[in-house]
């Protein structure tokens, strides 16, 4: 059974419940607690049909006008999705996520994250409301032993750059918090992926693109750069991916363009229904 079985019915469901966990049992208190280092930098920040709904209905756009003022299309080299995704030497993950750095990082503070707002807390997406605390999951839960050697993993990634991600205690009740988020994003992420791109998770092979030989391009693929060196380059190298794909793969341009115009009549009618 699943554990959304009962509970969303429509999008308007989906959005009020992942908003009534973005901050229930934490003991973070916005933007106040962080120097904004990863809003600030080159940081990978996905994004799903709900959290772009999210973000149209907190700035009163269309989906449209979202997609195209703070979205991108995000080229992925992880070493874990070649777990799960059995990328090839030279295979990439295709998904949507924020232009960086991030666009709603207006004078120190983020603009999407106002408590103010009708709409709370909802403007941001799922990954920020996660982000750091949700590496403390090793710490919480009886893991595999293939999921612990994914979460250390990451941490050592991160924490070179984002000392936070090993910072503080977090309660059980925010453990099992950001476990439901977590399951959330997984599964709108997939819909997400196929509604987007016919498929999840969508890859490609780039092994005949004729910039594979770039130095820094083959630095990307490299699985043991760490991230303060792919940081350094990344806009650069997924900007030359970026660009070959729209030049080149028009079908897949066609594909995202379709889902994005398809989510406007998805919508809650006001946010006050959240």
């Given amino acids: 059974m699943s554990w959304t079985e009962g509970k969303i019915h429509s999008v308007d469901d989906l959005l009020a419940l992942r908003y009534s966990f973005f901050d229930f049992g934490s003991t973070f208190h916005g933007c106040n607690d962080c120097h904004y280092s990863c809003c600030a930098s080159s940081l990978s920040v996905d994004v799903t049909f709900a959290d772009i709904l999210g973000i149209a209905l907190f700035k009163g756009l269309s989906s449209r006008e979202v997609f195209e003022k703070y979205l991108r299309i995000r080229v992925n080299r992880d070493r874990n999705l070649k777990r799960y995704a059995g990328l090839g030497k030279w295979g990439v993950k295709l998904s949507l996520e924020l232009d960086t750095p991030c666009p709603f990082l207006v ?3 983020c603009e999407i994250y106002s408590t103010d707002s009708p709409v709370s807390n909802g403007g941001r997406p799922i990954t ?4 750091p605390k949700i590496y403390s999951f090793s710490r919480c839960f009886e893991l595999s032993e293939e999921d612990l050697a994914s979460f250390i993993w990451a941490i050592d990634y991160f924490s070179p750059v984002f000392p936070c991600v090993t910072m503080g205690e977090i309660t059980d009740e925010r453990a099992n918090t950001l476990l439901a988020l ?3 994003f997984n599964q709108v992420a997939a819909a997400t992926d196929s509604l987007a791109f016919g498929c999840a998770p969508f890859c490609l092979g780039l092994e005949n693109a004729p910039f594979i030989r770039d130095a820094g391009v083959q630095q990307f693929f490299n699985a043991e750069i760490s991230l303060k060196e792919h940081l350094q380059d990344v806009e650069r190298i997924t ?3 970026r660009n070959c794909i729209t030049e080149e793969r028009r079908d897949i341009i066609e594909k995202i363009e379709i889902f994005i115009n398809s989510l406007d009549s998805q919508r809650p009618i006001s946010a006050s229904t959240m």
């Fill in 107 to 109: 004078s120190g503070r």
């Fill in 128 to 131: 920020c409301a996660t982000f």
């Fill in 182 to 184: 977590k399951r959330v």
């Fill in 239 to 241: 900007g030359i991916i």
